[in-house]
Structures are given as structure tokens and as C-alpha cells.
T-cell receptor, first 114, second 113 residues
């Protein structure tokens, strides 16, 4: 099976712009979670989607949003970019909804905000 | 919410020695504890996990132990090899949020040849 894929892999934006990142989960996986990774804050949970519904949300401002499509692909959007949004954005997919289960990460999108 | 602390932040060992990384968590209802390995420039990869109804799990040179009473869990790597050099993250799942992982701050493991 193909792994989790993310596009684009690298992105450079300027402050105030908005950005959309895409994640395609492993075939058959229906849950997609998003994480932000920075040297200072480490890996932090953004949100999780299952069956096109947001199930959990981390402690991030409303500028961060996401959605999931019927084929389980997910996008996250960051509006009004700030310098502090520069980070590696990782998505992870899981097979099922009930109970804790393995999450498999994509390669990430490296976002640089200038 | 859940809080996970990880120690040490850096660890250097000689090839062939053992390495131990320790994590503590705050939410007694957490029930899933994965460990991820992240090599430079690569994605985090799950190397082993343990659920709260199990005290220990082993996979070749890697083992994880869980003490629910003390709310801590540890990763043990035996017979370390240079390819084990990476950043290791522990994580815990807060109660009611099965796929919301709270991560520790990471341990940079360096295996010296």
C-alpha cells in the first residue's frame, strides 16, 4: 500500500497570505490528524477528521482550519499567516474510529513564512 | 489536558550499549502510548506502542514498559547500532480522544561507533 502523501512538500509565503495544505491518507484509512512541528514547541496536535467531521481540535487559533472529503483526503488552511506559523505540518492517518490505534505520518509540508 | 514529559533531551551511547528514554504523563485515563523515531528530514515512524492493559512489550531490540500507577513509561533499546541515531518521541492519548496524540519533547539519541 502507498503511504500517507502530502502536497506540496515545501511552501514559502509572506505574512498575511493564506495557505492550503493537502493530505492523502493510506488507502482504507478514514481518520486524518494534523500536527505542527517546530523546534520550540515540538509536535502539537491541530485537529482530527473522521468521516468528513472534525472530531477533536487542539489549542490553535481559528486561523487554522481543515476539512475532509468523502474520499478521506484532507486539507488544512491557515489564513493571515504569521511568522510563527513557519513549521513542518504533518498529517497522520489511522484505520478506524473506535479506540486508540496506530497513526502513520506523511512526509510533511515545510511552510516558511517571510 | 494531557501533559507528557520526556527525559533526557539528549543521550549519547557507545555502539552495543543500551539506551533508556523515560516519559511521564498526567492524565490517568490515557490508554495508548506509542513511540516514534524521526530521522533528520524524515517523517516520524512508529517503532513500538503499548496499551494500558499491558505492562511490557518487546520487539527484537526494542522494548517498552508501562507503570500505570506511577504514570510513566519507558523505551529500552538494547545492542544499539549507529542507525538507531535519531530523535525519539513518546506520546500519550488523552481520554476520549483516541487519535489526538500528546507528544513528549523528544530525545536526540546518538550512537557512537
Amino acid at each position: 500500500k502507498a503511504g500517507v502523501t502530502q502536497t506540496p512538500r515545501y511552501l514559502i509565503k509572506t505574512r498575511g497570505q493564506q495557505v492550503t495544505l493537502s493530505c492523502s491518507p493510506i488507502s482504507g484509512h478514514r481518520s486524518v490528524s494534523w500536527y505542527q512541528q517546530t523546534p520550540g514547541q515540538g509536535l502539537q496536535f491541530l485537529f482530527e477528521y473522521f468521516s468528513e467531521t472534525q472530531r477533536n481540535k487542539g489549542n490553535f487559533p481559528g486561523r487554522f482550519s481543515g476539512r475532509q472529503f468523502s474520499n478521506s483526503r484532507s486539507e488544512m488552511n491557515v489564513s493571515t499567516l504569521e511568522l510563527g506559523d513557519s513549521a513542518l505540518y504533518l498529517c497522520a492517518s489511522s484505520l478506524k474510529a473506535g479506540g486508540p490505534n496506530e497513526q502513520f505520518f506523511g512526509p510533511g509540508t515545510r511552510l516558511t513564512v517571510l | 489536558g494531557e501533559n507528557v514529559e520526556q527525559h533526557p533531551s539528549t543521550l549519547s551511547v557507545q555502539e552495543g550499549d543500551s539506551a533508556v528514554i523515560k516519559c511521564t504523563y498526567s492524565d490517568s485515563a490515557s490508554n495508548y502510548f506509542p513511540w516514534y523515531k524521526q530521522e533528520l528530514g524524515k517523517r516520524p515512524q512508529l517503532i513500538i506502542d503499548i496499551r494500558s492493559n499491558v505492562g511490557e512489550k518487546k520487539d527484537q531490540r526494542i522494548a517498552v514498559t508501562l507503570n500505570k500507577t506511577a504514570k510513566h513509561f519507558s523505551l529500552h533499546i538494547t545492542e544499539t547500532q549507529p542507525e538507531d541515531s535519531a530523535v525519539y518521541f513518546c506520546a500519550a492519548t488523552p481520554s476520549g480522544s483516541a487519535r489526538q496524540l500528546t507528544f513528549g519533547s523528544g530525545t536526540q539519541l546518538t550512537v557512537l561507533p
